[in-house]
Every structure is written in C-alpha cells, then in structure tokens.
C-alpha cells in the first residue's frame, strides 16, 4: 500500500515539473483575454479589445502591437495564441503571447491568423496612447497624449480623464486636455471651444474648422471667433520665425563679410578670393571630421583655431606671392584675386573631389527648441548665430585692446603718417590680410553646418559679402554686423511673396539707391580715415 501511495506522489510530482506551463497558461487571465479576442465575432472585436486594454495587465501593450502588426495568431491544434516574430518562407517563427517563450518554427498552414483591419488599427492607436499615458518618462506620456489629439473615442473619454486627474507635469496636462476638447468640440460642445482658443496645434484648428461649418449657429460662431483670435496668434509666430531665420542669415552674411571688412577697409584689396578662404575653413571642417568620425562634436570644435590657420595661412600666401605687388592698382588686384578664386577651386576639385561633401552635425547642435506648436528654432543657427557675435565681439576686442588693433587703425587713417611714427606697414598689412582671410576660415566652419561643403560655396557668399561692407561702411565693423543682420533680415520677409531671386534683386536695387545718397555707407569713417 505505502509503495502504491509513492509510486502516486511521485506522478503527480512529475506531471506538475513537465507541465508548468500548461497549469500557469490555465489559471493566466491573459488566456481568457486573448481567447475572446481571437473568437470575437467584428461586432465583438471593439468590446475585446476594451477588455485588453482596461485589464491592467503589464502585457497588454506588446498583445496590442502585436494584433495591430497582424503578428497575432492561433495555434489550429492547440488554441494556444502565439505572436509571429519572423513571416518570411513557409515556417514561420513565433513565441508564446503569454510566456514570451520562444517556441521556433511553425508551418504557417498550422497558424489561423486573429484578422485586424485598418479601421481596428485607427481605434488602436487612441487605446495604445492610453496605456502609453501610465509610462515613468514624462517624453513617452507627452508624445502618447500628443498623439491622441483628435482620435479619442468614446469608450476612452472616462479613463483619460481620470489619468488627467493624476497626471502632474503641465505639457502633458495640456495636451490631454486639448484631446478631451477636440472630441467633445466634435459633439457639439460649445464650452470645449474655449480650451482649443489657446491651442496653436493643427489637429485643434482643424477640429474648429469642422466646427464652424456646423449646423449649431451658436458653436459656429464661436468656433469662428477662436479660429480669428488662432489666426493672429499664428501670424505672430510667423513673424517671429522669420526673424529669426533673418537673423540666422545675416550671421553667416556678417561672418563672410566682417574678414573682407578689415582687409578691404585697411588695404584697399578688392580680394575676389575671399570667398575660397570661405570655402577653406569649411574643407577644414570636413577633414576634421574624417580623422575624428566617431567624435563630430569634439572635431567641430578643433575645426574653429584649425579653420583660423588654414584660411589665414593662405592669405598670408596671397598677399606675399600677389598682393603686395599689385599695391595701388585695384583693377590688377581684382583680376588677380578672382583668378587665384578659379586656381583654389580647381585645386580642391583636383586633390579631394568636385562633389559636395558632407560634414556630420554634432548631436547637441541638433535638433530645436520648440518655443509651441506654431513655432520651433533650430539649435544650429542658433549656435552659428551665437558664433557671429563671439567672432564679432573678439574682432572688437583685437582692434580696440591691442597693439595690433592700434596700429591697423592708424594705417587706416594715414598709412604715411603711421610709417613715420615707426610702424611698419607692411607686417600690418600681412597681419591684417592674415587676420581677415582667418575669420573668413571661421565662416566656413559655421557654414558646414547649415549647408553642404564643396568647391563652389564661397561663391555663394562673394557677392553678398561686398553688399554688407558697402551697405554698413567700408572698414566699420559695427557697419558690418548692423548690415549684414538688416540685409539677411530684409532678404527673409521678402522671400516669401518674391522669391529668392527677386528678392536678391530687389535688396541689390535698394543697395545702389542707398549709396547714390550715402556713398560711404550707414557709419561711414570720419576724420583722417575718412581724408585717406
């Protein structure tokens, strides 16, 4: 008898060992909501999934990605509901829904798919949001509320509210808020018109233009009254964002223009090269990047004193192999400088390539800072333009505080005088060339980050950089930075409704308008300087 009772125990022990799994998938609630999704009839589908979704269960996400990827089936023999992993060929790899159990392949014959159409995926997509509000990470439960403005469906109107209720951070709030408007502004409540008034986002506007064409005079009139106050709202950001990309141009146009400033201001060069020194300090950038590729943000950084050398080292080159012999002959100069324009493209084309390159943009210049939802600045042209005005500030720091600084503006006054007094002209002549062609270096490492680096970019920027000096004062920097912010920013309002070749066209007009009445520009120099 005792030999019996332990021949019975030891069964029973084994039985439970081989079969956990059978037991736990048993007494799983997971199994009984997954059965009466895989045999809901299509009026019972929406019920199923409510059921998933309000259960609670930490699986019910990943069960509904999978139903809406259409990655959930039925074993045919056993019931059992697995998720496809891989439906390539004819066997097919799936795991447990329960367990995640991987249980390898499976001939696809053997597998009875739970059938999803797109207007189930639609409803999905609110009831996944929903459960995405419950995330720790604040990013996750934004984007999950974001997403759910004007898909909200009824059966989810009191559990969204009850997670407003709970809910702390006040972005999210009011994008919950804003969803809960939207659907009711859609069932005809007048009172959520005044939540979507404040709202900038799309899928508000477009919930109150439904809204206004309503039969409900009253909810159209006051849908209509909040689209005018959204109007105004918008054309503020509009505004607001073009001046900011106004701005952001007229720092590159300050950074091309500022080097050809101070050598056009103290020599007199008409340096048709300046724009290849521009297109130097981009190179640089570029061959930064390629000894450093799994560090852009450290190369960029080195690419600025790097930039600076290479540029001012070939001005230094062209001002001792051409420059200085060509002194008092600006026609000369000009035909020389644009040929040595022609020489360094070809150069670059010859010795790297005649195709664009381009330069990686470091991942905390990425991006943008999202003022609301009509307004966004990009982080790169918010850095290029913080650039311009350290750049600027350094230039003024130099030609103010420093023996170099003082000896430039006396050349500039009077170049004979200041020779008299023991300075020599000549090495502030190769300084200020070097100096000049440096911050045109530094240019081009701003520029490789809002376009791409090739031969031909300084030609791009030549022709503005003489508008700038003209327009600003010749060798006056605080000429330089107001001209170049005031053209980038004129060219920027006028693009819109001219288009970018007319409005460089029309700013050229005002341009030689302007200096038939200023010859000199807005500050031009005065004193000596302005006698030489």
Request: aromatic share 4%; charged share 20%; net charge neutral.
């Amino acid at each position: 008898m005792s030999i019996i009772r332990s021949l019975t125990l030891l069964l029973i022990a084994i039985t439970m060992t081989v079969f956990p799994a059978v037991h736990a998938q048993d007494n799983d609630p997971g199994q009984t909501l997954l059965g009466n999704l895989a045999d809901a009839r299509p009026a019972q589908i929406e019920d199923a999934i409510n059921a998933i979704a309000t259960s609670g269960d930490v699986r019910a996400r990943s069960w509904l990605d999978a139903y809406g990827n259409n990655r959930l089936s039925q074993v045919k023999d056993t019931g059992r509901i697995v998720v496809v992993l891989n439906n390539r060929g004819l066997d097919w790899t799936i795991s447990d829904a329960l367990t995640g159990e991987d249980l390898g392949e499976i001939s696809r014959r053997e597998l009875d798919r739970i059938p999803v159409n797109n207007l189930i995926r639609g409803q999905l997509d609110g009831i996944k949001a929903m459960l995405d509000l419950d995330a720790e990470d604040r990013d996750i439960r934004l984007a999950s509320a974001e997403s759910m403005m004007g898909k909200v469906e009824a059966p989810i109107v009191a559990p969204l509210e009850e997670r407003l209720e709970l809910e702390e951070d006040p972005k999210v709030r009011e994008r919950i808020e804003a969803a809960l408007a939207i659907y009711r502004v859609g069932e005809g409540d007048i009172e959520a018109v005044d939540v979507l008034a404040g709202s900038l986002h799309s899928r508000a506007r477009a919930a109150l233009n439904n809204a206004a064409d309503s039969d409900d005079p009253e909810l159209a009139t006051k849908a209509k009254a909040a689209l005018e106050t959204i109007e105004q709202k918008l054309k503020l950001n509009k505004a607001a964002e073009t001046l900011y990309f106004g701005l952001s141009l007229g720092s590159v146009l300050v950074l091309a223009a500022i080097g050809l400033a101070i050598t056009f201001g103290v020599m007199g060069v008409i340096n048709m090269a300046h724009g290849e020194l521009i297109m130097l300090g981009a190179y640089t950038t570029w061959g930064m990047q390629q000894m450093l590729p799994d560090q852009p943000g450290l190369a960029l950084i080195l690419s600025i004193p790097a930039g600076f050398m290479v540029a001012a080292t070939a001005g230094i080159i062209i001002e001792r192999s051409v420059i200085q012999f060509l002194k008092g002959r600006p026609l000369e100069t000009l035909l020389a400088t644009f040929g040595i324009s022609l020489i360094l493209q070809q150069l670059v084309r010859t010795v790297i390539s005649p195709q664009n390159r381009t330069v990686v943009t470091p991942e905390w210049m990425s991006g943008s800072i999202v003022v609301n939802d009509a307004l966004s600045l990009t982080l790169n042209r918010m850095y290029v333009l913080g650039f311009a005005l350290v750049v600027f500030a350094a230039l003024m720091l130099i030609m103010r505080r420093t023996r170099l600084g003082l000896e430039v503006r006396a050349v500039t006054q009077n170049r004979n005088m200041a020779r008299s007094m023991g300075i020599r002209a000549t090495r502030v002549d190769i300084m200020t060339f070097a100096l000049g062609s440096g911050v045109a270096g530094l240019a081009g490492v701003a520029l490789s980050q809002l376009t791409n680096v090739g031969p031909n970019l300084g030609q791009n920027y030549i022709i503005d950089s003489f508008m700038v000096v003209v327009f600003g004062g010749v060798g006056n920097l605080w000429g330089t930075l107001i001209a170049g912010l005031s053209l980038g920013t004129i060219n920027q309002l006028l693009e819109p409704w001219a288009g970018a070749v007319l409005a460089k066209i029309i700013v050229l007009v005002f341009i030689i308008l302007f200096i038939q009445k200023r010859p000199r520009g807005l500050f031009p120099q005065k004193g000596r300087a302005a006698e030489g």
